[in-house]
């Protein structure tokens, strides 16, 4: 491969590193008055990306840059979500934040920096361009969360993130450290031929994949180490969470396959048992703490902290039905996750956070539609058919079985029977409870439209699974 179609498989990141520096530059220049070119430009350069990941797609799988970058039918998929996800994000902020005087170009050029670090983390083919990716994403990240100023609770969630997040950070560097020592190589491909050779229960791999594990943990919010994401989701703004609970869950997949599947996979004996560990403790607590939460954006993250113990138990299957299932339930989650994110901005309004379950209590009187969306998105959620989530689990569970581990099975399907508890009560509070203000809801029609498709979309692939299904099965054949 010569030195410019080297780059080619890379057009993608290439292209967004040079249009976020552009965005960048332009709103130096720009009066408050016309920032709104810096969210037009932002939505053109996701735009562009998304052109750049078409025109280039590998036939197979393309490893270049020194083996340090990989193309394939996966990282192609998870890019393309990645852009639809930020797209929508900054869509249904733009409202939000310009009611609140936060209408600035530096979330956007924030935002699209994180999505480079997810594309990176998306394609890496090695230890230490996935460790790039990594803080690229998570630096802009911290910053998002702080970008409210005058807000003491971004703050302190900020600080949290950042902490925690440089310790996990650092188990992660500490973990690739041992395995260097171990293997002599930091390429995932090499890493995975070398690995055939070690013994599962080397004492210096369990402990390099017990490192690695806690970096991994941390970035999906697993159990027990959670405790920054429901103060993270609360702190920071709407349009924050909502990034991190979509876009950042997609890296944080992708971070799993590269490292433990790719270049780990003839290992899996020895991380599996530390994954069922980590599901059934995220699956518990996600579920069984959400029941006593009132703040709807906390109630949502211990929510993801569960849903992240289900798409561990498609990873901890160790077959390629089970990636699968894991792959389809992460795409499921993020759908829904954006649905649900994006009725707490289109019921907030300037001076008011609609975060508090009391603040859907009668939301059907006030507008059926939206309700009919909200009552969509936490059905799914809970996994009552025929929703996108009830297939979601049900790959995953049927995965799980297949392998032999039934246990797992009947854990998954009582802890969501508890969890179902938390999102029927939204649903109660907003048909059978008189609603709290009569004001009828004030939003964009874009926000409007844009909400409404992702709300069908929830219902559409559930009602036709096996579209989303087979491009799951497509981007790991």
Known sequence: MNAMNSFTPASAEIFLLVAACAVLLVDLFLPAQRRVLSYWLSLAALLGAAFCLLATAPDGRVVTLSGAFVADPLSQLLKLFTCALVAVTFLYSRDYLAARELFKGEFYVLGLFATLGIFVMISAHSMLSLYLGLELMSLSLYAMVAFDRDSPMAAEAAMKYFVLGAIATGCFLYGTSILYGVTGTFDLGELARRATDIEALDLHVLVALSFILVGVAFKFGAVPFHMWLPDVYQGASTPVTLFIGTAAKIASLAMIFRVLVEGLGSLQSSWSD?????????????????????????????????????????????????????????????????????MIILLSRQGFEAEELRDFQGLNARSPWFAAIMLIVMFSMAGVPPLLGFYAKFAVLAAVVEVGRSWLAVAGV????????????????????????????????????????????????????????????????
């Open 414 to 477: 009582l802890f969501s029977v508890i969890g179902a508890f938390y999102y029927l009560r939204v649903v109660k509070l907003m048909y059978f409870d008189p609603p709290a203000e009569q004001r009828p809801l004030a939003a964009s029609a874009d926000l409007r439209w844009v909400l409404s498709l992702n709300g069908l979309l929830v219902l559409a692939l559930g009602i036709f699974p096996q579209a989303l299904l087979a491009v799951s099965i497509r981007a790991l054949g």
């Open 274 to 342: 530390m994954l069922a560990v980590l599901a059934v403790l995220s699956m518990g607590i996600g579920n069984i703490v959400a029941i006593a939460q009132t703040n709807l954006k906390r109630m949502l993250a211990y929510s993801a902290i569960s849903h992240v113990g289900f798409i561990l138990l498609g990873v901890l299957a160790g077959t390629v039905a089970g990636y699968q299932a894991a792959l389809y339930y992460t795409l499921a989650y993020v759908i829904m996750a954006a649905a649900g994110f994006g």
